[in-house]
């Protein structure tokens, strides 16, 4: 054992009377279809659920994931005390407090040299959880402790689809093609019943309370819980509205409309685990064979997590090197501007405005704000993907880093550089009556449908007439669309020359 661990202060406060297995939940935060907790259940022991709330690991969770996450270990502690398990929650690195946690509840079976205990969770895949997961489970095995991990946040493991080569896929479709030959998608794991729960206690348990989630002064989250209910029951009750109302049908057609309730909204139940993608995908069968178009978003997920898997650093590092010439400006105005939804861009600000409100951004609106920050304010990437992690309910690693390079065009199977969404059109095609922007942007609601996408356009008695005097109480455009698109394509044009 190495000293760190020796040191390391998981006690027993109350002894139980046969040694439990340890379940670690981490973004499988859910009872059904968790083939680590059935695991677990079926060990022939007590459980021990845990979460250990690690905000030292190189990518500390968001501000807005803190929020969900809150109401999510709540709900988890509702779904666990229904099948007889109490949530233990602990806080630190979980390097030290696994192995040490195993070494004090197995510490008799390992004293007889036989292989003792069980430690089971469901695989991660970004760099972070790959790494210490990997160390844990070597650090376990050395001291004799069975551990095991499954597959339950994918459909598919990110190393299972390979070309012909060998390699990993760079383009979707391919990726996706190959990946529904792989066969068909296992079926879904039961909830577990009739679980014996670990009665003891542990000396470093903490109480949600304690892990300080929640925003105060100000409350910037209290308008989150309108449109969203952390938890299985929430995502379940989503998966079944989108389902009913026959939108996978319609999905087609309107996912790229803002305006409309046309998307799932199942993202940040997805990031959590609160729900599967095979229960998702099961139940979309199930109910309609014309869920294709929405099930291969689940696989653009999956190439997400491919690509990071293959490539840890996603986040940081250009996927195309050639990107990392490039010129980025270091405009902290204007970022704070797109941050604020304040460019005087009326689409551009319903999004920024919208994500601020929501926690979450739909994502049509994403490419085009993205886009925007990247070629019409030329701001790095890297600086969007953070205010996105840190605003996003839904902050995914992969799906979030992948995206952002895709938008810059440094990604795998990326948007051109050369195509710059086009702020003025994309909202007049994808919010036609302006609904979605006299939603978010209120005080441009008054403006007649044919300048509410380009206030600046219209007449100064109009503007007059809906109450709106540009630089005062509405921005005027921070960048000029034209300028900035020239300025965009040259500055890649002296990276690629
Ligand atoms: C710049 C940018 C950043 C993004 N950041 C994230 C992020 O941090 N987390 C995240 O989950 N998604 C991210 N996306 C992808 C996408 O915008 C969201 O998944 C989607 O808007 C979520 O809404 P929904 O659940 O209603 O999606 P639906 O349209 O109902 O799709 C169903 C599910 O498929 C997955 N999905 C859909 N589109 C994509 C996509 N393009 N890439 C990967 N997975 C997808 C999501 O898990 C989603 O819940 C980002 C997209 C862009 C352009």
Redesign the pocket.
């Known amino acids: 054992m190495s000293p760190d661990r020796a040191d390391s202060s998981i006690t027993l406060s109350s002894a139980p009377s046969i040694a439990p297995s340890i379940m670690w939940f981490r973004h499988d935060l859910r009872i059904c279809d968790n083939p680590a907790l059935m695991a677990a259940s079926q060990a022939g022991r007590p459980v021990a659920a845990i979460y250990i709330y690690d905000q030292q690991s190189e990518r500390p969770l968001g501000a807005a994931s803190q929020w969900w996450l809150h109401h999510s270990l709540a709900a988890l502690e509702q779904d666990l005390s229904a099948v007889g398990l109490r949530l233990i929650l602990l806080r630190g690195n979980p390097q030290i407090i696994i192995p040490s946690l195993a070494q004090e509840l197995y510490k008799e079976e390992l004293s007889k040299e036989e292989g003792a205990g069980g430690v089971f969770w469901n695989r991660r895949y970004d760099g972070y959880g790959v790494e210490t997961d990997s160390q844990i489970k070597s650090a376990l095995k050395d001291d004799g402790v069975q551990v095991q991990s499954f597959k339950a946040n994918l459909l598919f493991e990110p190393w299972e689809i390979k070309n012909g080569s060998g390699e990993y896929y760079k383009v979707f479709t391919p990726f996706w093609r190959a990946a529904q030959k792989l066969g068909g998608i296992e079926p879904v794991f039961s909830t577990p019943k009739n679980i014996i729960g670990f009665a003891g206690r542990l000396a470093d348990e903490v109480t949600l309370d304690d892990l300080d989630l929640l925003p105060r002064q100000p409350n910037w989250a209290h308008g989150f819980s309108q449109y969203f209910t952390p938890g299985s029951a929430g995502a379940r009750e989503k998966l079944t509205r989108?389902l009913q109302d026959e939108r996978p049908e319609k999905?087609d057609n309107d996912?790229n409309r803002p305006d409309l309730f046309a998307?799932?909204?199942?993202?940040a139940h997805?990031?959590f685990g609160e729900i599967s993608p095979r229960q998702i995908w099961h139940h979309t069968r199930a109910k309609t064979d014309k869920g294709d178009k929405?099930l291969s978003?689940?696989g653009?997920?999956e190439?997400?997590y491919s690509l990071l898997f293959h490539n840890p650093k996603l986040a940081r590092v250009n996927f195309k090197p050639a990107f990392d010439k490039f010129t980025w400006s270091g405009d902290k105005d204007k970022l704070r501007a797109w941050q604020r939804g304040q460019t005087g861009y009326p689409f551009i600000d319903a999004g920024m405005r919208e994500l601020w409100a929501t926690g979450?951004?739909?994502?049509r609106v994403?490419?085009v704000t993205?886009s925007f920050l990247i070629k019409h304010l030329r701001i790095d990437w890297r600086e969007?993907e953070r205010w996105?992690?840190d605003t996003?309910v839904?902050?995914?690693p992969a799906?979030?880093a992948?995206?952002?390079q895709?938008?810059a065009g440094s990604g795998a199977d990326a948007a051109p550089y050369f195509r710059v969404f086009n702020p003025i059109t994309q909202s007049q095609k994808f919010d036609p009556h302006g609904d979605y922007i006299s939603k978010w942007v209120p005080e441009l609601s008054r403006l007649p449908v044919k300048f509410i996408h380009t206030p600046w356009e219209a007449p100064e008695q109009i503007l007059k007439q809906a109450g709106i005097s540009l630089g005062q109480n509405y921005p005027a455009p921070i960048v000029d669309h034209k300028i900035a698109r020239e300025a965009a394509l040259a500055a890649y044009q002296a990276i690629r020359t």
Not at 360 to 363: A, E, L, R, V
Request: no cysteine; hydrophobic share 50%; glycine share 2%.
């Open positions: 989108f999905y996912r998307t799932s909204r199942l993202s997805l990031a929405f978003e689940i653009w997920r190439f997400s979450w951004q739909h994502n994403r490419m993205a969007g996105f992690w996003l839904d902050a995914d799906s979030n992948a995206s952002w895709w938008v």
